[in-house]
């Protein structure tokens, strides 16, 4: 579904980064209505005074995306709020910074609770919601770590690995419906993801410094960059949206490269990937 004066969006993890920039990038396009979701109370509400300067009606709703009751209040106060849902965008993410010995088991399940179950929650709730519509669009956001799978990744690339599968298969149920899907893939985008990012029960806390300034050498894209590609993925009706010249290059390299990408991908950017390499 292209984007009109008919649609309303709802955004999950707009506080801040690729969920800001899509909110106001939505709100250029003005379209009838923006709901956007985060548990950053302060975040959210800058986000939203963004919007309503652009002239778009928009509503904040205070969310863990993890908790699938909140999840189905959302719902039905955007639906108070709004009187419907065209476009479901899935973006809420966190990050977990060690290896997976020094991960504790509730590191990974907060992850996946995020990553993962927000998706899954967010679609199994707003789908009856979609399907009312004449046509509508779901926008789940994976990451290059749904191709790749480096060291010290083990929860989030767990996590988009799984986003990746659940929407391709979702895809392939909903074809023959009303509703669109498609799956982002941002390479290195300069939000606060690993400023942000829980230290692993058991991982050196000056891991998160040196990965905060690892990240920041490598990630090119701005989170308005990406807020750009994924509306014209969705005109466009595009189920994979890739986000970046990086994420171009390791799409291609892990599939031409499957047993060798990481060690390609180092030497091409001349950075280790891991906080454990010197």
Known sequence: MSLDSNSVAVI??????????????LAEEKIAGIAVSDVNEEGLAETAAMVEKLGVPVSTHLTDVSD??????FAED???????VTHLINNAGVGVI???EQLSIEDFEWLMGINFWGVVYGCKVFL??????????????????????????????????????????LKHELAETNIAVSCVHPGGILTNIVRNS????????EWKQQGTRLFDKVAKTSPETAANAIVAGIKARN??????????????????FPQRYLGIMERLSGHKMSLRKK
């Open 12 to 25: 999950t993890g707009a506080a801040s980064g690729i969920g800001r920039a899509l909110a106001v990038r």
């Open 98 to 100: 060690g290896t997976f």
């Open 198 to 205: 829980r230290v692993g029960e058991g991982t050196p806390d």
């Open 128 to 169: 009856p919601i979609l399907k009312q519509q004449q046509a509508a669009h779901i926008v789940n956001v994976s990451s290059v770590f749904g191709f790749i799978a480096p060291e010290e990744q083990s929860a989030y690339c767990s996590s988009k690995f799984a986003v990746r599968g659940f929407t391709e298969s």
């Open 68 to 73: 699938i009751s909140q999840v189905q209040q």
């Open 78 to 84: 955007v639906l108070a709020k709004h009187g419907r």
């Open 239 to 256: 189920p994979r949206i890739l986000i970046g010249k990086d994420a171009f290059a390791i799409s291609i390299l892990s599939r031409l």
